[in-house]
């Protein structure tokens, strides 16, 4: 009852010019207006009632690790860029993928680091200092039993590695095998402790509560990796909370490339992030999206009829568009590789996060201009 | 102003009980359901309108009826542009949110010429429109108008373009200036084709109210940044007697893009959540508004114009204006809004059961894939790429439309999974076994990690495949042929 009055109330605030409008209309016999008749508005500002938490990525000398700076991401009270008197309090943050071997890649991505494809710690700084990286994703993929099967020591070397040619934070991934992974992510753990890593992958398929228990034990982060559902997602974080405060888990409920399936990406995580700031307790926390996988969709990378070419423009546009596409729909950290990408992808945030009030008017004189 | 967010705050879609009340709850069939709440249902998904409901015509539902059709019309008005075939519909949206229902007409996408452009040029534009189709799963995707700009702002030139480009294609047009009798000039000869007008502004909406109304054509209203203005010229528009609007809060590319997304989510937001019938009217977005830009190199302007226009695709645009046609830049918007505009309500999985291919005989390949529609379409088309894999078995298997990787990596079978269980199923049920004579199977690569048990299960030899299905005929010419022969 109380709920409707302040309704019925909110109607009559919000639209009189609605409300005059309508029995205006009704009038059978109508009298032009000569000037522009004023019907200025103010829409809301919508407070939703849940907040997602804050996870700070990285430490530097004084927080126990050796980064230049940390980040932190999350926060938001509100849905992303949906309005500007109400932003995010972070801005989303690009990380590259760098590979701890030598793996195939399309040639668009080729050209840009060929020459540092067998140094992870060269290719990290290449990232960072050329590509302007904001974090480094280092995915151990030689670990692969099926791969180089590298021992977890080893591997934890090449991270240490990295940590030192880079001063950004840093997120390590693994291969995927659920017991290599965790054995790698152990020895990890302990070599980088105080780093606070993003360890990339806890996931249901694997001893979960193992991997809690690492990341725990040296103050880590972990990216919480289900598949494309909800519920799964749920239920790894209910897990992971018995062992992790939440402030030290960032999720990742998977990401299809445009073309290959982005609509249930886009619209998985616009549900997680809305169902967050309704007050869903298991799903406020920031998510994370792999770009980098448009570069399974075949037309990022495949030749194709010459009016689709070249494709050392289209497949950067591909990853550029998965990973805009998934910003809009609420995304915290996003993972990329193409320098082109990354570039665009930066700027468009920078934009999208500029703290001012509203510029004078400005018209974009597009209908008269000769291009 | 500060509004607590509720449930879908004001505006909300009505359940089939509210419509229910409406109707005349006797349960008559009459429109082929089994009762009235059942028709309620169909109503709120959207499935079926009331003019379906033959007593509702009646004059005693008179009342109910009106509110019917203001319970379910749609709080983003549906604006035709164009006649016959190839009219294109935009607006008529419903939700904010893809999931909250659906989106209903595809942003469209209208490519820009100019009534300076020589005679060969405009005609080679015109055909290059035409020709910028790409078929993505079972779908032919295409460009929907050409809109003629005024750049010399001379009334003969716009006028010959706009019959010359009228005359070269079906697609309807979109009329840019600002100038109202340059405006004129252009439909005078092409009206009955109910090109939008662009654009009322601020100065000349009273002679471009004026023109709407004596041709009887879709109108767009310019007033950039400044959604008060643009609510205020709408208004006026409205009650000058302009009821087709479409609204372009402008957009800034550079400096001002935060205002741009601002903007266009917030006209939509007043539309859909605060029921704001003034506002509630489709968008148009510009991503052409990079090339007043000229310094940067070409390639540049392309590669921003396909970022800007695929983040106003997700942020609500129902038109865009866009000046590249390049392949390599339009593609990804063409198949964002595919993919957004999906129906998200429809099952996303295709019937299981064996494929064949080509005429395969008993040493022909057998391979496994899931039964998502976009996989299955994917792989199919793979298979047919080429000669080497055009010919064979393609088991798939029921994940209830789960994609392969998503699918391998979940362990039951009870939520999409892929067991090797369920692949053993398949190759019983299938017949395969019947009709090849070798007992070796090829595994999608992402499925690589279910090998041994299926080895297990079935008998039969695993060969894991590619990951991408792209290169299933390399993979069939390197790993079938030639290496099972030597």
């Given amino acids: 009852m109380e709920d409707e009055k302040k309704r019925k109330k909110a109607v009559i605030k919000f639209g009189p010019n609605a409300c005059m409008h309508a029995k205006l209309m009704a009038q059978p016999s109508r009298i032009k207006p000569t000037k522009i008749l004023e019907a200025a508005f103010t829409p809301p500002i919508v407070e939703y009632p849940g907040q997602i938490v804050e996870v700070k990525l990285g430490a530097t000398k004084g927080e126990g690790g050796t980064r230049r700076k940390s980040i932190v991401i999350g926060g938001e009270k509100s849905l992303t860029f949906y309005d500007s008197r109400n932003p995010s309090p972070h801005p989303p943050v690009v990380s590259c993928d760098v590979f701890d071997m030598k793996i195939p890649l399309p040639k668009a991505i080729k050209m840009h680091i060929e020459s540092v494809m067998e140094d992870p710690a060269a290719w990290a700084k290449r990232c960072v200092d050329k590509f302007g990286a904001e974090m480094i994703t280092l995915q151990l993929t030689s670990i ?33 095998n659920p017991v290599k992974d965790l054995a790698v992510f152990k020895e990890v753990s302990a070599v980088a402790e105080g780093e606070r890593l993003l360890i990339s992958s806890v996931s249901p398929w694997m001893d979960t509560k193992g991997a809690a228990e690492t990341i725990k034990k040296h103050g880590h982060v972990a990216l919480a990796l289900s598949g494309m559902d909800m519920n799964e997602a749920r239920e790894l974080n209910r897990t992971l909370y018995s062992i992790l405060p939440r402030e030290q888990i960032v999720m990742d409920t998977s990401t299809a490339s445009l073309g290959s399936g982005l609509e ?82 930066k700027d468009v945030i920078q934009r999208l996060m500029e703290k ?6 400005k018209t974009t004189d597009w209908i008269s201009i000769r291009i | 102003m500060k509004r607590r967010m509720r449930r879908n705050g004001k505006r909300e879609i009505p359940s089939p009980l509210d419509l229910y009340k409406l109707l005349p709850r006797t349960n008559c069939k ?12 169909k109503l709120v998904n959207k499935d079926a309108s009331i003019e379906e409901c033959p007593p509702l015509l009646e004059k005693e539902y008179e009342e109910a009826k009106n509110k019917l059709w203001k319970l379910l019309k749609p709080p983003v008005k549906e604006v035709t542009i164009g006649t016959g075939n190839s009219a294109v519909k935009i607006g008529g949206e419903f939700v904010m949110h893809r999931h909250e229902l659906a989106y209903i ?38 460009l929907d108008l050409i809109a003629v700009r005024s750049t010399s702002n001379d009334r003969a030139r716009f006028k010959r373009a706009v ?43 009273k002679d471009i109210a004026e023109l709407a109304l004596m041709y009887k054509c879709p109108l767009a209203v310019s007033a950039p940044n400044d959604l008060n ?25 550079n400096d001002g893009f935060l205002d741009t997304v601002n903007n266009f989510t917030t006209l939509r937001w007043m539309a859909c959540r605060e029921g704001d019938e003034l506002l509630g009217f489709p968008l148009i977005g510009a991503p052409i508004a990079v090339w007043v830009n000229l310094e940067r190199a070409p390639d540049v302007s392309k590669w921003c114009e396909a970022s800007i226009a695929s983040i106003l695709v997700t942020r609500y645009a129902d038109l865009l204006i866009m000046h590249t046609i390049d392949g390599w830049a339009m593609l990804p918007t063409m198949i964002l809004r595919q993919n957004l505009y999906s129906d998200p309500r429809k099952p996303t999985g295709v019937e299981p059961g064996l494929r064949i ?68 199923r398949a190759i019983k049920e299938s017949g395969v076994e019947e009709k090849v004579k070798h007992r070796t199977l090829i595994i999608p690569g992402m499925a690589a990690n279910l090998r041994y048990k299926i080895e297990d299960l079935t008998g039969w030899k695993v060969l894991v495949g590619p990951s991408s299905s792209a290169e299933i005929p390399d993979f069939i010419r390197e790993h079938w042929y030639k290496e099972r022969k030597s």
């Fill in chain 2, 30 to 41: 009459e429109c082929g359901e089994r009762n009235c709440i059942a028709f309620a249902a």
């Fill in chain 1, 144 to 176: 692969d039993p099926k791969m180089k099967d590298t021992p977890p020591k080893e591997a934890a070397k090449t991270v240490e590695e990295v940590l030192q040619a880079v001063d950004v934070p840093l997120a390590v991934g693994g291969c995927g």
């Fill in chain 2, 105 to 142: 007409n595809p942003t469209a996408i209208a490519i820009d010429v100019t009534d300076e452009l020589p005679h060969g040029e405009l005609l080679k534009r015109v055909k290059e429109v035409k020709d910028c189709t790409y078929t993505y799963l079972d779908q032919e995707l295409k």
């Fill in chain 2, 229 to 253: 203005l643009l609510r205020s010229i709408t208004q006026t528009l409205i009650e000058y007697g302009v009821e087709d609007l479409v609204l372009d809060p402008g957009t800034d590319p």
């Fill in chain 2, 163 to 205: 019959e010359k480009v009228a005359e070269n294609t079906v697609l309807p047009l979109v009329l840019c200036s600002f100038n109202p009798s340059v405006l004129k000039a252009g439909l005078t000869s092409i009206s009955r084709e109910k090109p939008l007008i662009y654009a009322a502004t601020k100065d000349n909406w």
């Fill in chain 2, 357 to 424: 291919f080509g005429e395969p005989d008993e040493n022909s390949p057998v391979m496994f894939t899931t039964n998502f529609t976009l996989t299955y379409f994917t792989v199919s088309a793979d298979i047919q790429s080429s000669d080497i894999s055009n010919r064979c078995y393609l088991l798939v298997v029921d994940t209830q439309g789960v994609g392969v990787q998503s699918a391998a990596a979940r362990a039951s079978a009870a939520k999409g999974g892929l067991t090797a269980d369920m692949i053993a």
């Fill in chain 1, 264 to 345: 249930f990406t886009y619209t998985l995580m616009a549900r997680i992030r809305l169902a967050a700031l309704m007050g869903d307790y298991e799903l406020q926390h920031p998510m994370s999206s792999g770009a980098t996988n448009a570069w399974f969709a075949r037309e990022s990378w495949k030749k194709m009829a010459p009016q689709w070419e070249p494709r050392k423009l289209r497949g950067p546009l591909w990853e550029t568009v998965t990973a805009l596409t998934s910003l809009m729909a609420g995304v915290d950290y996003v993972m990329m590789m193409h320098p082109a990408a990354v570039r665009t992808v």
């Fill in chain 1, 356 to 361: 001012r009030v509203k510029k004078p008017e």
